[in-house]
């Protein structure tokens, strides 16, 4: 028999009493904290907090958690003036407990609104619903929750102007606007972010988003950033797009973040690959708020048949995609 080594046998020994399997490495948030960075798991159904070992990495690894779809209107607001807290409640709770930030998201979203909602044509009665939900719910949270998504896939998917939600439908473009005003007023210390995707990949596309933020920043609309959602599939962003990105918005006044990034390929060589250079150029860029969508492939969303897009696998154990990330974070030197 082989001789133990006492390192391998502490980690055996870790394993055993959290039953959660060792990473042998530091945490990620340890990582990400003595950098001011906060590294984050979205996608979180509070159900899967049931999971004891769901909860014990999710704690262990990441300072900072989103919901998944419980905070969108018809989740948390489905009938007028009647809301499911407990959801989110939960979550805030848990974050709380194990010294995580939140991120509210979202308020405005394509899906997920609710028929009371949509069965109002008058744009101030639904300006008026607006207002009612966002206050609701922000103050709720307020002083728990220090970043909202405010208004979430504004643009059409593959680019080419704003889609046409349920709020552009009946406010026409000014709602983003509006949304945002109507939020820094219900909570005035929360960050509020635009979030979208594919800007990364699709050059039209990131053209869009930018005329669209800096025509914001121009009408004095409070926003505070840019949240790159970075789901990748096969293809990693060119080099340098991320770094333009985050110098074209920082010269607006705003910040970007990540905030709901996985990777979508068979190849797990070039899945570490791809998380570990979008992170290093990410940090490297001046980004402080990483946010992945989920943590782990047991409860992943793919669009790529047989693809495990994330840093853990269904078992909780780390995959070569979690240590690529780890040594992004632990090699990045922060600007003095
Ligand atoms: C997987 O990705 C790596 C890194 O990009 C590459 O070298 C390798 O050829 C790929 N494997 C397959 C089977 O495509």
Known sequence: MKAVTPIIALLATAEATCGIPSTGTTKLREEAGKKGILIGSGAINPTYLDDPRFAAVLAEQFNSLSPENELK????????????????????????????????????????????????TDPTAFRAAMAAHFEAV???????????????????????????????????PSYVEEAFRIARAAVPDAKLFISDNLVESLPGKRQDLYDLVSGLVANSVPIDGVALQMHITEVPPTPGVITDMVNAYRELGLEVAISEMDVHTLNTTLQADIYGAVISEALSAGITDITFWGFTDKHAYTWLPGAKPLLFDENYRAKAAFYATHTALTDFVRAP
Request: with cysteine.
């Open 138 to 172: 922000m103050h709720r949270y307020e002083g728990r929750v220090d970043r909202w998504d405010v208004v979430t896939e504004a643009l059409k998917t593959q680019g080419g102007g704003l889609q046409a939600n349920d709020f552009y439908n009946v406010l026409g």
């Open 73 to 120: 209107w018809s989740f948390i607001h489905p009938t007028e003036g009647s809301f499911t807290w407990e959801t989110i409640d939960r979550l805030v709770d848990f974050a709380e407990a194990h010294g995580m930030m939140v991120k509210g998201h979202g308020l405005i979203s394509s899906c997920c609104n609710p028929d009371y909602l949509l069965s109002i």
